[in-house]
């Protein structure tokens, strides 16, 4: 995905400069979230924010229907997610997408050890 920039303001060049051209300031960070779409991302049963957690997953859809959730239904955390199901999560209950990508340096650690299976 590409972000374009977003123009932050305009100036004029001082007036002791010869060249009177008009410039622009430009903002090439992305625009952040708001917090419409940041409370998206909380789960829907304890309402912690799985973002800053860092509890980004995906599981197979036999999982999280079993878990009550619809398609597109919110977020839960991992706790939340084995509370519902009544049982800790094995490798086996997640898709094999890049989102779970084991390489994530940014999961939770609770998140990697279900992922490879090495939850205690």
Same mark, same amino acid.
Do not use: H
């Given at each position: 995905?590409? /972000?374009?920039? @977003?123009?932050?303001? !305009?100036?004029?060049k &001082?007036?002791?400069?010869?060249?009177?051209?008009?410039?622009? !300031?430009?903002?090439?960070? &992305?625009?952040?979230?708001?917090?419409?779409? #940041? *409370?998206? /991302? =909380?789960?829907?049963?304890?309402?912690?924010?799985?973002?800053? #957690?860092? $509890?980004?997953?995906?599981?197979?859809? @036999?999982?999280?229907?079993?878990?009550?959730?619809?398609?597109?239904?919110?977020?839960?955390?991992?706790?939340?997610?084995? $509370? !519902? #199901?009544?049982?800790?999560?094995? &490798?086996?209950?997640?898709?094999?997408?890049?989102? =779970?990508? #084991? =390489?994530?340096?940014?999961?939770? @650690?609770?998140?990697?050890?279900?992922? /490879?299976?090495? *939850?205690t």
């Open positions: 995905m590409i /972000t374009l920039p @977003s123009f932050v303001g !305009r100036y004029r &001082p007036a002791n400069d010869i060249d009177d051209t008009l410039y622009m !300031r430009v903002d090439f960070s &992305p625009a952040p979230m708001s917090m419409n779409e #940041l *409370a998206k /991302t =909380n789960c829907v049963d304890c309402r912690w924010a799985t973002l800053p #957690l860092n $509890e980004w997953y995906m599981v197979q859809d @036999s999982v999280w229907k079993a878990a009550g959730m619809e398609p597109d239904g919110g977020c839960l955390c991992i706790g939340c997610l084995e $509370e !519902r #199901l009544g049982r800790m999560l094995t &490798p086996d209950d997640f898709m094999d997408c890049k989102l =779970n990508d #084991l =390489n994530k340096s940014d999961a939770s @650690s609770r998140l990697l050890k279900r992922l /490879t299976g090495k *939850a």
